[in-house]
Each structure stands twice: as C-alpha cells, then as structure tokens.
C-alpha cells in the first residue's frame, strides 16, 4: 500500500484547523483547493515548488486535485482525526486537533504554516465561491476543463507565468510584506478580473 505523503497530511489537518474555525466544516475539494493556493503563496515567496513536496492537477470539471491530499484525507478519516458531517462535509475530531498541535510542533512543518495561514485568511475577506472560481480560470486549470482531462499543474511553462505575475505583485506590495493574506488576496482579484474581462 502506499504510503501517505507526511506533508499533504500536515497540510490536510492545517487546512482543515483553519477553515473549520471560521466555517465550522469543510467541503472536501476545499483542501486540495487552499492546499493549492498556499504553494502558490510559498512559489511567491521564492521557494522552488517541487520543495512543497506533493504534485496538483487540474481536473476535467475545472477543481484543483491532489492525490497525495486525497489520500491523506482518506487516512484522517480512517484513524478518527476526521469524520463526515450529514452534509458531506469534513470535521476534524478533537484527536484530529491534537495531531495538528502535536505535527505543527515540529520544524519540517512549522515552516509551512504562513503559507497556509495566509491561504486560509482569505476566507475572512473574500466569499468562498469567490475564491474557487478566481483560482480555477488559471490558464493551466481552464485548459484541463476545456479538453476535459486532467493535466498538471505547476508545470514549468506555469511557473514562469506565476514568476512573472508574482514579480509584479511583489513589486507592488513588497516581497516582505509580512501578512502573506494580502499578496493573496490582490493575486486572487486580479485573476477574477481577467476571467471577468474573458468571459
């Protein structure tokens, strides 16, 4: 069996402590999602992405997806640190919260944690279905959804563009600006404004 990718579950119960607090539960497909805008936010802090550690594709119907999140949604699920509410959503479990206390402890993922702070912040600003579609009208995710196949993203050609439009954003704000919500926040209105000036 293969074995669960230690920083998608990381990632998995981070996201799920931080949207939790501020929605209660959280649809499943919302992990891979803020999963997804957080290595962005760590690509705009300079960080080579294949460190994330874990890969992304954009699927048929236009959703980030990762299968590492995927199955160590399954495994938070499996061992009690997570069940399913009566509306399909995810909750984690009081041993869920203790886990991430205890992984959030340790250096390897403590890094992480602005990038998917700074993800999940933007639920405090911005309407959840807001924040889906700016990130899924990316070049690379509606591409996916008009051949109807799933390709991946983050793929060299995407890091260049992501490099280039983060160059400017930084340029902009500051590459230090400390709160990385707002870098997020600015990148996901400009991207909802040229799928608006599109469609």
């Known amino acids: 069996m293969q074995e669960v990718n230690p920083f998608a579950f990381f990632d998995c119960l981070a996201i799920s402590t931080r949207l939790q607090d501020v929605l209660d539960a959280v649809a499943p497909a919302e992990v891979h999602l803020f999963?997804?805008?957080?290595?962005?936010?760590?690509?705009?802090?300079?960080?080579?992405?294949?460190?994330?550690?874990?890969?992304?594709?954009?699927?048929?119907?236009?959703?980030?997806?990762?299968?590492?999140?995927?199955?160590?949604?399954?495994?938070?699920?499996?061992?009690?640190h997570a069940t399913v509410t009566e509306f399909g959503y995810l909750q984690l479990t009081s041993s869920g919260c203790k886990e991430y206390e205890l992984l959030a402890s340790l250096t390897v993922n403590s890094q992480r944690i602005e990038y998917l702070v700074g993800a999940c912040a933007t639920v405090l600003t911005l309407p959840l279905g807001w924040i889906?579609?700016?990130?899924?009208?990316?070049?690379?995710?509606?591409?996916?959804?008009?051949?109807?196949?799933?390709?991946?993203?983050?793929?060299?050609?995407?890091?260049?563009?992501?490099?280039?439009?983060?160059?400017?954003?930084?340029?902009?704000?500051?590459?230090?600006?400390?709160?990385?919500?707002?870098?997020?926040?600015?990148?996901?209105?400009?991207?909802?404004?040229?799928?608006?000036?599109v469609s």
Not at 138 to 166: C, G, N, S, V, Y
Request: glycine share 6%.
């Open 35 to 80: 999963a997804y805008l957080a290595c962005l936010l760590s690509v705009y802090r300079g960080m080579p992405v294949a460190r994330w550690g874990y890969s992304f594709a954009g699927t048929h119907n236009g959703s980030t997806f990762s299968p590492e999140v995927e199955m160590s949604k399954e495994l938070l699920l499996r061992t009690g």
């Open 132 to 197: 889906r579609a700016a990130i899924t009208s990316d070049r690379q995710m509606r591409l996916a959804a008009e051949l109807k196949t799933t390709r991946p993203l983050l793929t060299e050609t995407a890091i260049d563009e992501f490099h280039e439009d983060f160059e400017l954003l930084a340029a902009g704000l500051g590459a230090d600006v400390p709160d990385l919500m707002i870098p997020a926040i600015v990148w996901l209105r400009s991207m909802k404004e040229i799928t608006t000036s």
